[in-house]
């Protein structure tokens, strides 16, 4: 069964501080791997895409990893500011042969509180 | 801002009322997609359409739900006789089909999402 995880579930820092979030997922055939960010109330807007060849990618004070050996990802944030403070939410595309759409499949996210 | 409107953003209604929402998408991009988000938990996928096509539904989508996109580009979501258990934050998202390139950047379909418009079933 495809399935996104992602760890912690919330979790809270002080501004200026660093953290880091974890998705594990079991999607086949793997196509590529996002990491969205979604603020209350608002749609998810992309952050990263990784495909399998790609093992870092950096936006900003945003900077994903992709192990696609043992199917694991993070997302630092460096230095994190108050407006950080959203949904990260970790999301899987699987490949479709057929010639459909590359299926999303979305982990739950992390909520992410930066305090001053 | 993605590019991608929905309207309203925010309906609150009884249980047994029909409700409809519209999601524009960005202009060039053929591909729309409808998803629900409930608290806590990230989109799950309901259907999408390529041009005027309704390609792929999911089980999710009960027969009291029917989606439309009569002309290609705005998209319809329609809710009869809705229960408190829609009440959900439906997303909107459109791309382009295939992978294409801006500034030399692959896109992998890459889906922008719309603000989404929040349903509360009384």
């Known amino acids: 069964k495809n399935q996104v995880e992602q760890s912690p579930q919330s979790l809270i820092i002080l501004e200026g501080k660093n953290c880091t979030l974890q998705?594990?997922?079991?999607?086949?055939?793997?196509?590529?791997l996002r990491w969205y960010k979604q603020d209350t109330g608002r749609g998810p807007v992309s952050l990263t895409i990784m495909t399998f060849s790609e093992n870092t990618k950096s936006n900003g004070r945003y900077t994903a990893t992709l192990d696609a050996d043992t199917k694991q990802s993070s997302l630092h944030i460096t230095a994190s500011q108050l407006s950080d403070s959203a949904s990260y939410i970790c999301v899987v595309s699987a490949r479709k042969f057929s010639g459909g759409y590359n299926k999303l499949i979305f982990g739950a996210g992390t909520r992410l509180a930066v305090h001053p | 801002d993605t590019g991608v409107s929905q309207d309203p953003r925010h309906k609150i209604t009884k249980r047994g009322q029909n409700v409809t929402f519209r999601c524009d998408p960005i202009?060039?991009?053929?591909?729309l997609y409808w998803y629900r988000q409930t608290l806590g938990q990230g989109p799950e996928f309901l259907t999408y359409f390529q041009n005027e096509a309704q390609l792929e539904k999911s089980r999710l989508l009960s027969d009291r739900f029917s989606a439309e996109r009569p002309k290609g580009s705005f998209s319809t979501l329609e809710i009869q006789r809705t229960e408190q258990g829609d009440s959900a934050m439906y997303l909107c998202?459109?791309?382009?089909?295939?992978?294409?390139?801006?500034?030399?950047?692959?896109?992998?379909?890459?889906?922008?999402f719309g603000p989404g418009t929040r349903l509360t079933v009384l």
């Open positions: 202009s060039e991009h053929n591909r």
């Open positions: 998202a459109s791309s382009l089909r295939g992978v294409g390139t801006s500034g030399g950047q692959a896109l992998y379909n890459e889906q922008f």
């Open positions: 998705c594990n997922y079991t999607v086949s055939p793997f196509s590529n």
